[in-house]
């Protein structure tokens, strides 16, 4: 029953609804017990001769209104129970989300999509049944049993209740151990659950990936060794469930014989009428569902504490990054500085960057190049605070970006990343993500900056097209294209380009870049690129070699240098002549 206390929280938020629905569910309880009365009446009217067609009607029609009554009541109890439990549903699935919202990227890497999909569906779910049909269980159970028991020890016989309950603290033993087992599978089950929903969610958005590779009768036979095991501890989970019900209807018959037995040797020796002992057998019948309610009440708070353990344990984890008390509130401007002396992962011995130190005024264009690895991305992540620095200092106009909030920070800088994101909408909304007030004149105006209002155009329902997940309908420099249009539509102070050129033509990167030189000149920007045309136009050009700057300088400083700027330029030039050669020779 932890769950309920668990639980206290949302029960005191609800409190009136959860006392209107007990109180018209203990009502409804109380008027179930007036039909077996009124039976018991009829049959001893019946027996004695004295019941006449006026008295049957009577009863009739009373038994018909206490019908409408009931029906009225049941239907408001529900309500009250059901739809409150609907709202907690809701309430810790919005709570999870903004929780997903805040966490650090170190934990993006540890938790798996799937396991985090499997706790904002089925473990919610289970938790929201507990809120429901654990407090209709709990309830009907004790105030049903309860009602039905002392109606039986008063108004019929106590020794024949007290004789066919004696098989009542067996069930309750049996149910207790039963709910013990059906926490610990529950909880495996749900882990096993997450294990395939993660595996679904990997295959189905790398399904080009493994069709390119024919390995879909790999992937299917993993899928269904994934499969298997969920079932296999889904069954183990069954096999405790099935018992509940053949216990409860076992202790149960062996009440009804218990009360047969004994009810009529008490008929039969006067203590008892036969009417009294049919009120006594439908009360007892009366009585199966509270025996069942309980079963179901260990099997479903079970559940709902399993799966509520797994999500406070998620909820329980704090995001590593956080704004500092203090921090200004303020969009930081200005001059980007950077001063690393060493950085590295949390939990790694290995530094990613070390002597870095160079400052880009407001205004400028800064290029970081170098080999893959080189620690272009960390560089530019550690901007947004994706990271905290061990050592060091990154400042925006002479303020650290730990002295501003993240929001405030977050709002300084658009960044376009490696892997572009686009959203199942439309493309005016994919572009309008950062500003949804945004007009349509000024979507269409980022779109041209970015080079894809004409590819735009091309799609049959234009702008309203609608995108597939993460842009699968789309090609890579268009997915890049309108990425930088998002970023642009944003209007930051900071633009940051990480290789978000890689997938366009040289010609249609160039016209990209010359329109944001003419857009930007009054605000900075910083692209990371491994084809060096897209940087040779900055003000200042990094060169990083296993995370040190190797060599910085213009791009005709850096050619001058004859180093690794120049080598690799003069290759990629080479490759280019090649490339268009070979256009125009076909």
Not at 301 to 317: F, H, K, M, N, T
Not at 410 to 415: F, Q, T
Not at 435 to 454: D, G, M, T, Y
Request: proline share 3%; hydrophobic share 45%; aromatic share 10%.
């Amino acid at each position: 029953m932890r769950i309920f206390y668990n639980l206290g929280w949302f029960f005191k938020q609800e409190k009136y609804r959860y006392i209107l629905g007990v109180l018209f569910l203990m009502v409804s309880s109380a008027l179930s017990l007036i039909p077996p009365y009124v039976v018991g009446v009829l049959v001893d009217g019946i027996r004695k001769r004295s019941l006449n067609p006026l008295l049957l009607s009577e009863w009739i029609g009373f038994l018909i209104l206490i019908g409408i009554i009931y029906y009225f009541t049941g239907y408001i109890w529900r309500q009250f129970i059901f739809g409150t439990s609907v709202l907690l549903g809701q309430q810790l699935r919005n709570t999870l989300y903004r929780h997903f919202t805040k966490l650090s990227p170190d934990f993006y890497q540890k938790h798996r999509i799937g396991d985090l999909m499997a706790h904002a569906t089925n473990d919610i779910n289970a938790v929201q049944q507990a809120a429901g049909d654990g407090i209709l269980t709990l309830v009907d159970s004790i105030t049903m049993g309860a009602m039905v028991i002392l109606t039986m020890v008063v108004m019929i016989n106590w020794k024949l209740t007290i004789i066919a309950l004696l098989p009542m603290p067996v069930m309750a033993l049996l149910t207790m151990h039963y709910g013990n087992l059906l926490h610990k599978r529950f909880g495996v089950a749900q882990e096993a659950f997450s294990d395939l929903n993660d595996k679904v969610q990997e295959n189905v958005s790398g399904v080009r990936v493994v069709k390119a590779f024919g390995e879909e009768e790999a992937q299917i036979e993993s899928f269904r060794v994934a499969s298997k095991d969920v079932v296999a501890k889904n069954m183990a989970v069954a096999k405790v469930d099935a018992l509940f019900d053949p216990t409860i209807t076992l202790i149960v018959a062996i009440c009804f014989f218990l009360a047969l037995i004994f009810g009529s040797r008490y008929v039969i020796l006067g203590t008892m009428t036969l009417g009294q002992l049919t009120s006594f057998t439908l009360y007892l019948g009366q009585l199966v569902w509270p025996m069942l309610a309980f079963g179901f009440l260990f099997n479903t708070v079970e559940r709902g504490s399993a799966s509520y353990d797994r999500i406070q344990r998620l909820l329980a984890i704090q995001p590593v990054i956080v704004s500092k008390e203090g921090a200004s509130a303020v969009t930081p401007s200005g001059d980007v500085c950077y001063t690393i002396p060493d950085f590295r992962y949390p939990g790694s011995p290995d530094s990613v960057l070390q002597a870095i130190d160079f400052t880009i005024h407001q205004g400028e264009t800064l290029g970081i190049v170098g080999k893959t690895g080189a620690g272009k991305t960390t560089l530019l992540r550690l901007l947004l605070r994706e990271f905290d620095l061990q050592d060091g200092r990154i400042e925006i106009g002479g303020t650290s970006i730990d002295a501003v909030t993240l929001e405030a920070l977050r709002r300084a800088i658009g960044y376009v990343p490696q892997d572009h994101i686009l959203f199942s909408a439309t493309l005016s909304e994919n572009i309008a993500f950062a500003r949804p007030e945004a007009s349509q004149e000024e979507i269409e105006r980022v779109a041209r900056l970015a080079n894809i209002h004409e590819d735009i155009l091309n799609f049959p329902d234009g702008y309203a097209t609608v995108v597939g997940e993460r842009g699968v309908t789309l090609s890579g420099g268009q997915k890049q294209r309108i990425s930088i249009a998002r970023a642009l539509l944003a209007d930051p102070e900071i633009l940051i380009f990480d290789d978000s050129l890689s997938a366009v033509d040289a010609r249609t990167e160039v016209a990209i870049l010359q329109a944001l030189k003419k857009e930007r000149h009054n605000k900075t920007t910083m692209i990371a690129a491994h084809r060096l045309s897209a940087v040779e136009h900055a003000d200042l050009i990094l060169v990083l070699a296993d995370g040190r700057i190797a060599e910085r300088g213009t791009h005709d400083q850096l050619l001058a240098n004859q180093g690794w700027y120049a080598e690799m330029y003069a290759h990629q030039q080479l490759e280019s002549l090649v490339s268009e050669g070979g256009r125009s020779n076909g």
